[in-house]
């Protein structure tokens, strides 16, 4: 029971040391295509990738851009339809140009930045979420591209320590007994 004990004690360290430094991964999207209509919010057609093990790892996400004239929005499914509806010219149509809906203005997001240089930051949790783009009013488009960049880290939640401590408290009462 001894070398058990031992053991958990010494993977479950690794993994408290590994998951307070942490782990982060970078990548680009390039040649996104852009709205030409000043304002309005349109969406991905798929979600964003959720965090699956949101209970034990925070995946904290900064996501960049080359464009001063966009702004990027991230939103819940909900303020996706509704946005989609809008700019499709369904049932919610008719868009009010004093109205703040599904523009940068609009509260109803989860994350937005209209800085491509500080960008957006977004601490993914599980379920479905989506990244939204639109032109800034008053600004012409400049180009029909936008390049993405993004950054996620990775650490342990505050969950995820209590369940690694709680296994390391498992493996010294192992350590304990003959």
Same mark, same amino acid.
């Given at each position: 029971?001894?070398?058990?004990?031992?053991?958990?004690?010494?993977?479950?360290?690794?993994?408290?040391?590994?998951?307070?430094?942490?782990?982060?991964?970078?990548?680009?999207?390039?040649?996104?295509?852009?709205?030409?209509?000043?304002?309005?919010?349109?969406?991905?057609?798929?979600?964003?990738?959720? *965090?699956?093990?949101?209970?034990?790892? *925070?995946?904290?996400?900064?996501?960049?851009?080359?464009?001063?004239?966009?702004?990027?929005?991230?939103?819940?499914?909900?303020?996706?339809?509704?946005?989609?509806?809008?700019?499709?010219?369904?049932?919610?149509?008719?868009?009010?140009?004093?109205?703040?809906?599904?523009?940068?203005?609009?509260?109803?997001?989860?994350?937005?930045?209209?800085?491509?240089?500080?960008?957006?930051?977004?601490?993914? @949790?599980?379920?479905?979420?989506?990244?939204?783009?639109?032109?800034?009013?008053?600004?012409?488009?400049?180009?029909? @591209?936008? *390049?993405?960049?993004?950054?996620?880290?990775?650490?342990?939640?505050?969950?995820?320590?209590?369940?690694?401590?709680?296994? @390391?408290?498992?493996?010294?009462?192992?350590?304990?007994?003959?």
């Amino acid at each position: 029971m001894r070398k058990i004990g031992i053991a958990l004690v010494s993977l479950f360290t690794l993994l408290l040391l590994g998951g307070t430094v942490g782990y982060t991964m970078e990548g680009t999207v390039d040649d996104v295509p852009t709205p030409n209509v000043q304002g309005l919010v349109f969406f991905a057609d798929d979600p964003l990738p959720g *965090n699956a093990a949101s209970l034990v790892l *925070n995946a904290d996400t900064t996501i960049t851009w080359d464009r001063d004239d966009i702004f990027l929005v991230i939103s819940d499914d909900g303020k996706k339809k509704q946005c989609d509806d809008i700019a499709n010219g369904g049932s919610l149509s008719g868009f009010d140009t004093t109205s703040k809906t599904c523009t940068y203005a609009d509260e109803g997001y989860v994350a937005k930045g209209d800085n491509g240089a500080d960008g957006v930051d977004w601490r993914v @949790e599980s379920g479905e979420f989506y990244a939204g783009i639109g032109t800034k009013e008053g600004v012409l488009p400049a180009g029909t @591209e936008l *390049n993405l960049m993004y950054s996620i880290d990775l650490t342990l939640s505050a969950a995820g320590y209590l369940f690694l401590m709680l296994g @390391e408290a498992a493996g010294l009462m192992l350590m304990r007994q003959k």
